[in-house]
């Protein structure tokens, strides 16, 4: 892949945001012996080896909440070959059990591919055993892991994390155009590629999201929900840093990628609000002179790098309304609106431009009781592991060819029969 070398830069504390990368080429072709990742200062070529380095060591999760099974199988198709896929589903159960249906693709997709994936469900009574057994009984609600796309990642990220890869990614399963992801998951591993960091996150924006306007295709630049949120995100940035700056462009990024040294250390928000408080996070306990308990010395020292990414393939994915939109709107504003280090000033912006949106009482369209986790290091792997495979009934290791472990614990039964499915499954 070949795409800008990042060179614009805005710095808060040992964080750096850099200014958007454009791809010019998807395909840059393998290294001729150039082991120079830049050419000049402006391009930087990722050979198509270095891509495969880095996804050895990369997992893909996907989140899927009654997905269309078509949507999913193409996303499948489309992760480079290299990445374990895993697959955290919150899908309905009953009447129809549509987890069932999913994991037959990821086994057959597996099978047919010689892949590894790693499969659970998000309301699995086992799954939030095992983070109560691992003394992180943070992310459980009514004995289960809550709902909510925030909690699906961060399942995700301590699967990934049990099976020792060093980077994680994310892709909707919602996504019209296969080869987009491929795309996304290319970019991830380029610029981890590139990164200096043990700590670095890469964040995607589109360079079009089509849309049916008056029965033709509109391609518009940005979502309603992003514009909103880059916004007040780079208003919080500047009041931070004393600049006014447009650096951030991808505050509500669901397709982003972060190494797990930086994943173990975030905290991470419920929901939607996921994206936009992963920057929050970084301005709070690292960007300001405030006493945050965490500044661990080896991040200060090392630095935080986060990439963005404008990639060439459209974003086509399920319309799911305009409500659900607003929903999303307000849940990033919200974050920004309870962070500490929110100035007044920002919020009153906040609350004029929801009155200007024509939002009554702004206080309570903001009051969303966003829940806030604390980073996921603290887990307790092996007793976590033990768990997952002893009551998770849901919780499969798909490999193929061979049926290794993907996850390094003590033996335990398989729960994963070829022919029956997940154990406990009856479907
Ligand atoms: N495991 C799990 N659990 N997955 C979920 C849940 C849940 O509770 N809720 C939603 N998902 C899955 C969806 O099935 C989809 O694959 C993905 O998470 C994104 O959800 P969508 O409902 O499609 O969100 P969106 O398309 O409106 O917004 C996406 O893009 C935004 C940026 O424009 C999301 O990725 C947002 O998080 C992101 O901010
Ligand atoms: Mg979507």
Redesign the pocket.
């Known amino acids: 892949m070949r795409l800008t070398f990042p060179y614009q830069t805005e710095r808060l504390g040992p964080v750096k945001v850099y200014g958007v990368q454009h791809v010019f080429e998807l395909d840059s072709g393998p290294s001729l012996g150039d082991t120079s990742l830049s050419w000049g200062t402006t391009v930087a070529h990722i050979p198509y080896n270095t891509l495969v380095r880095v996804q050895r060591q990369m997992a893909i999760v996907?989140?899927?909440?009654?997905?269309r099974l078509k949507l999913l199988e193409g996303v499948l198709a489309a992760v480079p070959h290299e990445c374990l896929v895993i697959l955290?589903?919150?899908s309905q159960r009953e009447p129809v059990d549509r987890y069932a249906m999913e994991v037959e693709s990821v086994e057959r997709f597996c099978r047919f591919n010689h892949r590894s994936a790693l499969v659970v469900h998000?309301r699995d009574p086992g799954l939030a055993d095992a983070f109560a057994a691992a003394g992180y009984p943070h992310i459980l609600s009514d004995g289960r892991v809550a709902?909510?796309?925030g909690?699906?990642m961060m399942v995700g990220i301590a699967l990934a994390s049990l099976a020792g890869r060093e980077y994680v990614g994310f892709v909707?399963?919602?996504n019209y155009v296969p080869g987009s992801v491929t795309e996304y998951v290319n970019a991830y591993a380029a610029d981890f590629a590139l990164a200096r960091t043990p700590y670095s996150m890469v964040r995607i924006c589109w360079q079009s999201k089509p849309k049916v306007v008056d029965g033709s295709l509109f391609f518009s630049r940005w979502?309603r929900?992003?514009e909103t949120t880059n916004r007040f995100l780079n208003l919080m940035l500047a009041e931070l840093t004393g600049f006014g700056t447009e650096a951030i462009r991808t505050g509500?990024?669901?397709e982003h990628a972060m190494s797990l040294p930086l994943a173990l250390r975030l905290r991470f928000a419920s929901g939607?609000a996921?994206?936009p408080f992963e920057l929050i996070d970084l301005f709070e306990r690292f960007g300001t002179a405030q006493d945050h308990p965490m500044p661990e010395a080896d991040v200060m020292r090392r630095g935080i790098e986060i990439y963005q990414v404008e990639t060439r393939n459209p974003h086509f994915?399920?319309d799911?309304g305009d409500a659900?939109?607003e929903d999303?709107r307000l849940a990033a504003l919200a974050t920004i609106f309870d962070s500490e280090v929110c100035p007044p000033r920002l919020r009153d912006e906040i609350r004029e431009f929801l009155k200007r949106e024509g939002v009554d009482d702004p206080d309570a369209a903001l009051t969303r009781g966003t829940a806030v986790y604390p980073p996921l290091e603290t887990v307790d792997w092996e007793s976590f592991a033990r768990l997952l495979r002893d009551r998770a009934v849901t919780f499969a290791e798909v490999a193929y060819p061979d049926d290794n472990r993907i996850i390094d614990t003590p033996p335990l039964p398989l729960t994963w029969n070829r022919r029956t499915g997940p154990a406990g499954d009856s479907a």
């Open positions: 996907v989140p899927c909440r009654d997905e955290v589903s919150n998000q709902d909510g796309k909690e699906g909707d399963a919602d979502g929900v992003s509500n990024a669901g939607y996921v994206e994915h399920e799911k659900h939109i999303m």
